[in-house]
Each structure stands twice: as C-alpha cells, then as structure tokens.
C-alpha cells in the first residue's frame, strides 16, 4: 500500500542518515583536520561526479539503477533464488563500471540521507557546501531507472 511504500522510504532515509552519523564518528578526528581541499569531506558522505555533467550523470544513475533492479527481478525468480551476497557483487560490479561519472548512488537515499546529515554536522577544518546544486542528480536517475526497469524487464518477457 501508498502507506508501507511512505513506511519504507522514511525508513530508508533515517538508516542513511544513522549510517552517516556513525561514519563521522568514527572519523571525527579526520573530518576536523585543516585541508587545503576540503571537498574529500563532502564526498565521503555524497556522491560527486568525475565530470559535471547534469544530463549525462543522470543517464548514468538511470542506468546503473536499471542494471541492479533488472539483475534483481529476473534473478530473484531462479530456482536458485540469488540472495544478498549476488546482490552486493551487482553493486560492486556497478561501482566499478559507473563510479568515475556519478558515483553510483543506485539509491536515491543513499546520497540525499547522508548529504543531510553532512550538512549538518560540525567539522571544525571547515568543510565546502553540500554540493546541493548537484543533489537532484542521484535521485531523479535512480528514480526514472525505478520506473522503466520493471516497465522493460517485464515487457521483454511478456514478448518472449
């Protein structure tokens, strides 16, 4: 239901966050150093581009989020019934593939959750913006990559 689907995304959202939370922690003492660049700060927390390029970056999350959810509905009905492990190999197969020009959300939580809490935490080396000009980015592809994969995936088996 519309309900569950809020449930999950709210859920998602605060899991990225808390994992954020935790890997500044563990880092605190890093992310305080004075940088000369302190871009490497925001990008442990959100993803950045190799090469800005809005339209270009965006097929590149649509693709990656088409790659993992296609992998997943058409393996997922095997006898074999892939679990987690082939579903993390597809996640690092990804990032190897499509890390350079985007890297990889797949997710849209996966950089908006963290990005928020970025925004949020003090660093006291000073640390750059949250890049928010950049942040529709991982959600709109994986968003649009969402909508088509089932659109595809089950329209070729329905024509095969």
Known sequence: TGMNVCIYIVAQLLGAMVGALIAYLAYKKHFDLQMDDPRPKLWCFSTAPEVRSYGWNTLTEVIGTFGLLAFVMVSGG????????????????????????????????????????????PMKGGKPNADWGYSWV????????????????????MAA
């Open 138 to 157: 991982p959600i709109v592809g994986p968003t649009i990559g969402a909508i088509i994969t089932p659109l595809i995936v089950v329209g070729v088996g």
């Open 78 to 121: 095997t006898p074999t019934q892939v679990g987690p492990l082939a579903v993390a190999l597809c996640i690092v197969v990804i990032g190897i593939g499509l890390g350079g020009p985007t890297g990889y959300a797949i997710n849209q939580v996966r950089d908006l959750g963290p990005r928020i809490m970025f925004s949020l935490l």
